[in-house]
């Protein structure tokens, strides 16, 4: 088997810390930002004594965030630093938990998407309006649905079949340099069972509820503005800035879900390359849509300042 040369060591040793830096840094700011959402969510439930939808699904939402993003992290390091990874209980269990805990991120996400947009919307249909007023009953069922399909669906990855080539210039395990890739055989059953099941269904629902909001945020907007007599409405900022937020969720979701069926199946895994964006990719929506929650909660951006002044002052303090 061929030797890699100095050079390439050199070339590549740089790229690995690289990716292990950015994943790193994305999986520590979404592990913070969820981390101050569900702490503000149980203060308020502690201080409440009631647990209203809102607070259960960012609770939940925040939860398998922080344990998504501490696998992500757990798994990257792991994969570039041991190579006996690839074959352990380890990765089983955690490639599961992956799966189970992105799928539930997804369903929560699009279920507090399609809540906010049951309450917020206004549509002129007695079928709307039958669902507004039920809401609050069925939300609890469709959250612990979510939890069920996203245990189902996850449960195919327990077992994979993990193929060893031999190749002069791809490596899985950049740091140590052996010169091999790993590839990792998965079931087109089990990638289409999650796919109908875990990514499919919050995807549908998350892009018809967020396309129907900004449509009628949009409309809502429209009106304000005929009917507006001010140079400046801050109701009308704040649709624009509802629109702006949506839809930046909007495509933030696609993209993980697409990042998501892409990781899971075996379509680029033979493409160092695209695992490595891949790689890269995947933190991305549950760390940014956590910071974008903070930023449009007034409660959740009002504790992010007064951490980030504790913060400031602590450093003053120890330097």
């Not at 609770?59 to 922080?66: F, K, Q």
């Not at 049951?118 to 549509?123: D, L």
């Not at 009628?216 to 509802?242: D, F, V, Y």
Request: hydrophobic share 50%; with cysteine.
């Amino acid at each position: 088997m061929a030797q890699p040369s100095n050079d390439w060591k050199q070339d590549v040793l740089p790229l690995s810390i690289l990716i292990l830096t950015l994943v790193a840094a994305e999986c520590t700011i979404g592990i913070i930002a969820s981390g101050i959402i569900m702490a503000v969510n149980a203060v308020s439930w502690i201080q409440k004594k009631a647990l209203s939808i809102t607070t259960r699904i960012l609770l939940l939402l925040s939860v398998s965030r922080i344990g998504l993003q501490s696998i992500m992290l757990i798994e990257m390091t792991s994969s570039i630093f041991n190579v006996s990874f690839y074959n352990s209980v380890l990765h089983g269990v955690s490639h599961v938990s992956f799966v189970f805990l992105n799928n539930c991120s997804l369903w929560f996400a699009a279920l507090l998407s399609f809540f906010h947009f049951v309450k917020i919307a206004n549509f002129s249909c007695p079928l709307f309006f039958k669902l507004r007023w039920r809401i609050s009953e069925l939300m609890p069922w469709l959250l612990w649905l979510s939890v069920f399909i996203s245990f189902s669906s996850s449960m195919g990855f327990g077992k994979h079949k993990y193929t060893v080539y031999n190749n002069s210039s791809l490596s899985a395990n950049i740091c140590n340099f052996t010169m091999k890739l790993y590839i990792i055989e998965t079931k087109v059953v089990n990638v289409s069972f999650v796919f109908i099941l875990g990514i499919l269904p919050p995807l549908t629902m998350f892009i018809v509820t967020a396309t129907l909001l900004i449509f009628s945020l949009r409309r809502h907007t429209l009106r304000m503005r005929n009917s507006a007599t001010g140079s400046r409405n801050p109701r009308i900022e704040a649709h624009i800035q509802a629109i702006k937020e949506t839809s930046c969720f909007l495509f933030l979701y696609i993209l993980n879900a697409a990042a998501l069926f892409l990781s899971t199946s075996d379509i680029v895994d033979d493409s160092l390359f695209w695992s490595i964006v891949l790689r890269v990719i995947l933190p991305v929506y549950p760390a940014a849509h956590s910071v974008l929650l903070i930023q449009s909660n007034p409660g959740l951006r009002r504790t992010r300042k007064q951490l980030q002044a504790q913060f400031y002052l602590y450093l003053q303090n120890r330097f």
